[in-house]
């Protein structure tokens, strides 16, 4: 396993986190799993056995299920691990039981502590955008936590690139701690992170932590063009997360991801999660797993390492268009630009 430092923080966490989204299983989770505790022990077993260090959850997995049973799989483990949760969903019928106000917040972690049966979180993340509540509210808490010793350090989890820098700047403005990740949908299927949040994160030194890099199961090898889905599994239609715009893409992408793991002798699963780690700014992916056996071929990914022209060919086949300004910058701007500009343009430009 390696270590990787977590944006500008002294913090180094594994490459493979752990994601526990089907921890309990109950609500709008129970597609992603069904675990209980004896189920998560030999999850985390394995991990900590394959050197994982860092263990994602949030208290609206489960309303609060996920993080009781990912405490209780740790148990007098937990100092020897981080573990991150995040804060904004619902987590009760109140108006003030959602969103990003000093209130929710402050309360949403003395109950993630609670459930997680400890004295501190590690990684406290905003899972969502709060438009109605002022940054300055939204980042003074999050500051008194960390003050408080209740919170190690704040990250932000699916904010569009402008909500980030505005963020930022907030927090370099009123002297709060500041954001040192953000938690993002990246993967082969839909790389739009490249558009505005891998620059930011080079640009501003932010850790990248990746969600469902293997698409939701759709870039795991399982979907291929012409075939019937195994028995048991989700189908293209209604799949909102992620959305599937195209599906002649997602095709070539798999075909090219089996066939790269064919002459490693590895699944297709492990490529697309080496891809993200062979990618600008990436720290760690998270995966999850139904099955014991789907967690064990995901943590190989950790040790397989991807050619340079094989990331090329798998960025040939899943990339889209450059939008504007891109496009233009690209074939005006070129001489004058930043590592962080050329993350997303470089594939672009004359050789």
Known sequence: MQYRRLG???LLVSTITLGTMGYGGTGWATPVGRIDVAGARRQVDLCLEAGVNLFDTADVYSNGL????????????????????????????????????????????EASLRRLNTDHIDLYQVHEWD????????????????????????????????????????????????????QIYYSLQARDAENELVPIALDQELGILVWSPIAGGLLSGKYRRGQDAPEGT??????????????????????????IGEEHGVSAAQVALAYLLAKPA?????VGARTEEQLQDNLAAARLELSAAEVDRLDAVSGVPLLYPYWHQANTGAGRLSPADLSLLKRHLPQ
Do not use: C
């Open 8 to 10: 500008r923080s002294g």
């Open 66 to 109: 996920s993080e009781q049973i990912l405490g209780e799989a740790l148990g007098d483990r937990r100092d020897d691990v981080l573990i991150a949760t995040k804060v904004r969903g619902g987590m009760g019928d109140g108006p003030n039981d959602e969103g990003l106000s000093r209130h929710h917040i402050i309360r949403a972690a």
């Open 131 to 182: 438009g109605l509540t002022p940054l300055d509210e939204t980042l003074s808490a999050l500051d008194s936590l960390v003050q408080s010793g209740k919170v190690r350090y704040v990250g932000s989890s699916n904010y569009t690139g402008w909500q980030l820098m505005k963020a930022l700047w907030t927090s370099d403005r009123g002297g709060y701690e500041r954001f040192v990740s953000e």
């Open 234 to 259: 989700r189908r293209f239609e209604g799949w909102t997360e992620p959305p599937v715009h195209d599906e002649d893409r997602l095709y070539d992408t798999v075909d090219a991801l089996v066939a």
């Open 282 to 286: 990436v720290t760690s992916v998270i």
